[in-house]
C-alpha cells in the first residue's frame, strides 16, 4: 500500500502560478506511474497530467497543455505538478494518484488506471 498527500494548494490570481506537491509514502515509489487529476463540485473527475516511473512518459490534458509541468523526484518519493498561467477554469480539487507498473512508458490517463489516491488539494483561481 502507498500513501500519498497533496500540497501547495491555494488562492492565485488569474495568471500567476502554483506549484502542486504529492508525497508518498509505504512503498518504493520509483515503482509507481503517478497522475494528477482534478475535479470541481458537481462535476466528473478530470484528467490533468501523468508521469511514467521512469518520467521517460508524460501526458497532459489538452486544457492545460503549454501551461502545466509534472515532474518527479524518485529520491524524495514526490511527484510535481508546476501550473503556470493560471485561469479560472483551473479552479477546482487536485488529486494525485498511483499505480504500481514496472514500464518504462506507462502512464494512465484515466481514474480506473489508478490503485491509489491522495485527500486532494485545493486550488483556486480568481479573476
Known amino acids: 500500500q502507498v500513501q500519498l498527500v497533496e500540497s501547495g494548494g491555494g488562492l492565485v490570481q488569474a495568471g500567476g502560478s502554483l506549484r502542486l506537491s504529492c508525497a508518498a509514502s509505504g512503498r518504493t515509489f520509483s515503482n509507481y506511474a503517478m497522475g494528477w487529476f482534478r475535479q470541481a463540485p458537481g462535476k466528473d473527475r478530470e484528467f490533468v497530467s501523468a508521469?511514467?516511473?521512469?518520467?521517460?512518459?508524460?501526458y497532459y490534458a489538452d486544457s492545460v497543455k503549454g501551461r502545466f509541468t509534472i515532474s518527479r523526484d524518485n529520491a524524495k518519493n514526490t511527484v510535481y505538478l508546476e501550473m503556470n498561467s493560471l485561469k479560472p477554469d483551473d479552479t477546482p480539487v487536485y488529486y494525485c494518484a498511483a499505480v504500481y507498473s514496472s514500464r518504462n512508458h506507462y502512464a494512465p490517463r484515466t481514474g480506473p488506471g489508478y490503485e491509489h489516491w491522495g485527500p486532494g488539494t485545493p486550488v483556486t483561481v480568481s479573476s
Open positions: 508521469i511514467s516511473w521512469s518520467s521517460r512518459t508524460t
